[in-house]
Nanobody, 123 residues
Framework: QVQLVESGGGSVQAGGSLKLSCAGSGYSYNSYCMGWFRQSPGKEREGVAL???????RYADTVKGRFTISKDNVKNTLDLQMNSLKPGDTAKYYC?????????????????WGQGTQVTVSS
């Protein structure tokens, strides 16, 4: 059974840092696009950072230069290092697996989701 479990969320003041982690099981990380999405109340789920099967990364414009996505294909883990956090980053963050090796921002390209972890940034 394919499963993703996130950890590392919490509350932090603006300018602070958090690191999210996602542990996967039931498949190989190096065969699929992996990513982080986020969703806040009343808003649609949006892509934050993606990493494809070759290690190529993509970031939303709102997080470029502040967030870093990385994965370990041996341990089947996916991390998101978040620095210089802003109140606008407050959301529930989800780890996800795509349906193929390449990445896209469309939410319906992602078939496996974790339960999410809350990130709250106060001003």
């Amino acid at each position: 059974q394919v499963q993703l479990v996130e950890s590392g969320g919490g509350s932090v003041q603006a300018g602070g840092s958090l690191k999210l982690s996602c542990a996967g099981s039931g498949y190989s990380y190096n065969s699929y696009c992996m990513g982080w999405f986020r969703q806040s109340p009343g808003k649609e789920r949006e892509g934050v950072a993606l990493v494809d099967s070759t290690g190529g990364t993509r970031y939303a414009d709102t997080v470029k230069g502040r967030f870093t996505i990385s994965k370990d294909n041996v341990k089947n883990t996916l991390d998101l290092q978040m620095n210089s956090l802003k109140p606008g980053d407050t959301a529930k963050y989800y780890c996800t697996r795509g349906a193929s090796r390449s990445c896209a921002w469309a939410v319906d390209m992602y078939t496996i989701w974790g339960q999410g972890t809350q990130v709250t940034v106060s001003s």
